[in-house]
């Protein structure tokens, strides 16, 4: 028996993410008193997350480099993954600085804003340390395990076994996601409260240009460097973001990619795309190719340099 439309849209995980959003921005706006208070519910659905965020890269990079039983395939994956990842993410910050330029998002009224002295922040940099970074980066940490432990797996004779035995524990891990995804409405409503009830829609004005130019710059990056991409292996750029449209909603209310990190795996499989794969490139991605965090870095800089 086939369900009616409106059943298909009231029992949708999207439906009920779209709506907590705009139920979070209409009490942040209506009662921001209220909507500060509601923090705890996007960072605690944040956090449950990142309970599954590490045991997740950890099995599926583990898997893939074991999945793959060839550390040749694996090397190259790795090198054409990295190569990808810089040209793609070049290209982010080199147009966010080109449309940055371009569109002039400081040249705006200062007066609505509260401007400190910038030589406040330049005098004394912090100190830049690689081994400090690595050990404040848990997913880097989790990455470099894994591939550690994939690599000496597919010499162990017991490979078979231990294999069988990650994947039972990996079905286990996404099973109990699957439900704690059912909270991400929850946890959008309180992310997005809490965002417009302690800035306030008000004092995001003066910003409006700097946000737009941001939201136009990542629209140019996804059709047209990513549309062309997918273009080039037959892949239609609308398709795909509709077919994701769920993991987009639950970024944009908790403000967190990484909670959509493991729905989005599971979909490139259905998809048709090699597990192994997946499992290598995907959490790799997360930490090598932060594409719309390049764009919104470089364009705040030349906002920055224009405001001052």
């Known amino acids: ?3 009616s439309p409106a059943k298909r849209i009231v029992t949708n995980l999207t439906f009920w993410v779209l709506i907590a959003i705009i139920a979070g921005i209409l009490l942040g706006h209506f009662f921001p008193d209220a909507a500060v208070k509601t ?37 190259r994956i790795g090198i054409k993954s990295l190569v990808y990842f810089e040209v793609v993410s070049t290209l982010a910050l080199a147009i966010g600085i080109g449309v940055a330029y371009f569109l002039q998002p400081g040249n705006i009224d200062r007066s609505g804003l509260n401007l400190q002295d910038a030589s406040t922040y330049t005098k004394n940099p912090p100190a830049f340390s690689w081994w400090e970074f690595f050990l404040s980066n848990f997913t880097l940490q989790v990455l470099l395990a894994a591939i550690i432990v994939g690599i000496a797996l597919t010499f162990s004779p017991k490979r078979e076994t231990i294999v069988l035995s990650l994947e039972r524990i990996s079905k286990l891990v996404f099973t109990g996601l699957k439900y704690v995804m059912y909270l991400a409405p929850i946890g959008a409503f309180g992310g997005m409260a ?29 059709f047209v460097i990513l549309g062309g991409i997918l273009r080039y292996f037959k892949i239609s750029i ?44 995907i959490p790799t991605g997360y930490s090598f190719n932060l ?18």
């Not at 519910?41 to 965020?53: D, H, N, V």
């Not at 809490?194 to 737009?212: H, R, W, Y």
């Not at 493991?262 to 979909?267: A, G, H, L, N, V």
């Open 39 to 75: 923090e705890w519910l996007g960072k605690g659905f944040i956090q449950i997350i990142k309970l599954f965020i590490g045991p997740i890269i950890f099995l599926t990079i583990v898997l893939g480099i074991s999945g793959m039983g060839n550390l040749g395939k694996v090397g």
């Open 291 to 308: 594409d719309g965090t390049s764009i919104y870095l470089s364009m705040s800089v030349i906002f920055l340099a224009q405001l001052y």
């Open 1 to 3: 028996m086939q369900m």
């Open 238 to 281: 609308v398709s795909l973001l509709k077919y994701i449209k769920e993991e987009l909603l639950i970024v944009l209310g908790t403000s967190s990619s990484e909670a959509a990190l493991p729905s989005i795996m599971q979909k490139l499989e259905k998809m048709g795309c090699s597990k192994p794969v997946v499992g290598l490139v």
């Open 194 to 222: 809490f965002t417009v009830g302690k800035f306030g829609l008000e004092t995001l004005i003066p910003l409006a240009k700097l946000m737009a130019s941001v939201y136009i710059t990542m629209a140019l990056f996804v």
